[in-house]
């Protein structure tokens, strides 16, 4: 019994790709083992880099996605608010909305069937 699987042009081995990921792996394993031994886990090895400044606390350098999309969601706020009213986060009003939707869907594509 043959292991190799064929389909069109391509094959499939699995012992030959099982071969190949434990090769990769212990490359990957060498090349891991040859890492610098100086590093020492909890020093000031590990702090964050930032240009030689002083490196704010995690709560100011936490950029809130409010203030990233701010434009985006101040030219289209119109929009938004209308929008977010019907979104009440329970699957029951979702699957409402999902039923009704196919429905009228369905409904104007026979009304369109029924006009050729």
Not at 13 to 23: G, S
Not at 52 to 75: C, D, S
Not at 90 to 110: E, G, H, K, P
């Given at each position: 019994?043959?292991?190799?699987?064929e389909a069109g042009y391509e094959f499939w081995?699995?012992?030959?790709?099982?071969?190949?990921?434990?090769?990769?792996?212990?490359?990957?394993?060498?090349?891991?083992?040859?890492?610098?031994?100086?590093?020492?886990?909890?020093?000031?090895?590990?702090?964050?880099?930032?240009?030689?400044?002083?490196?704010?606390?995690?709560?100011?350098?936490?950029?809130?996605?409010?203030?990233?999309?701010?434009?985006?969601?101040?030219?289209?706020?119109?929009?938004?608010?209308?929008?977010?009213?019907?979104?009440?986060?329970?699957?029951?009003?979702?699957?409402?909305?999902?039923?009704?939707?196919?429905?009228?869907?369905?409904i104007v594509l026979f009304i369109v069937e029924?006009?050729?």
């Amino acid at each position: 019994m043959s292991l190799l699987i064929e389909a069109g042009y391509e094959f499939w081995n699995p012992i030959i790709w099982l071969i190949a990921f434990a090769v990769l792996m212990a490359l990957v394993f060498l090349f891991r083992k040859r890492g610098q031994a100086k590093y020492k886990k909890d020093t000031d090895q590990t702090r964050i880099f930032l240009c030689g400044e002083e490196v704010p606390e995690a709560e100011q350098r936490y950029v809130r996605g409010g203030n990233v999309y701010w434009g985006f969601f101040e030219t289209l706020k119109e929009y938004y608010n209308g929008v977010v009213r019907p979104h009440t986060g329970v699957v029951n009003d979702y699957v409402i909305w999902f039923v009704a939707v196919t429905a009228i869907s369905a409904i104007v594509l026979f009304i369109v069937e029924l006009a050729r």
